[in-house]
């Protein structure tokens, strides 16, 4: 595995960045895939969105800077792709983006891709129903094990908003689980 200063060098430099850029997928997709799929929750949604991350970070690279981390800079595109994604198949469905969410994750048993339990089932659903950053935070933070540092660098907010935003998300998730299993 490259070190992350020479892999951007070689991304920026005409002459090697195919060969660079196949590196950094094949030493990125499957987190950035789980990653987008936990927001997006379908499978072939996730693949489409990871595949136009990867397009917008091939066409970007050139102008990274480094004042992130890379894996950072390209947390924050797949972040933003799956985003807009739901946000365009929430309106184009005429639905609020959280009942879209939530509409997918009701909708898991079906997809062929998911292999859960259903106490997974039903902490998907309760994440669905958090705001939208709340749901980021969480999953960065409980699937991903990120650092809160990183989590900020991604999403751009305080470490002190985060941590309020995944102790909010813990309590709602609680919650939920808790109410669910009384019915």
């Known amino acids: 595995m490259v070190d992350e200063l020479t892999l951007v ?3 920026q430099n005409t002459s ?3 060969i660079a850029f196949r590196d950094l997928v094949s030493q990125y997709k499957e987190r950035l895939y789980w990653h987008i799929r936990k927001i997006v929750i379908s499978h ?3 693949d489409d969105v990871l595949q136009n991350t990867f397009i917008k970070i091939y066409k970007s690279i050139g102008s990274f800077k480094g004042d992130s981390k890379l894996f950072s800079w390209m947390y924050r595109i797949a972040t933003n792709e799956a985003i807009s994604f ?3 198949r929430a309106k184009q469905q005429n639905v609020d983006i959280s009942e879209y969410q939530y509409s997918l994750a009701a909708n898991l048993t079906d997809d062929n891709w998911f292999s859960g339990e259903e106490i997974q089932l039903i902490l998907q659903k309760a994440i669905a129903t958090l705001p939208q950053k709340q749901q980021l935070v969480f999953n960065m933070k409980y699937f991903d094990d990120m650092k809160y540092q990183d989590i900020s660098d991604i999403l ?3 470490v002190g ?3 309020a935003s ?3 998300a813990v309590k709602k998730i609680e919650e939920y689980i808790k109410n669910y299993s009384e019915d």
Do not use: P, Q, R, V
């Open 161 to 163: 908003g985060l941590k």
């Open 166 to 168: 995944y102790h909010h």
């Open 16 to 18: 090697s960045k195919e």
């Open 9 to 11: 060098a070689k991304l």
């Open 44 to 46: 072939d949604d996730a």
């Open 86 to 88: 739901i946000n365009k």
């Open 156 to 158: 751009e907010t305080s």
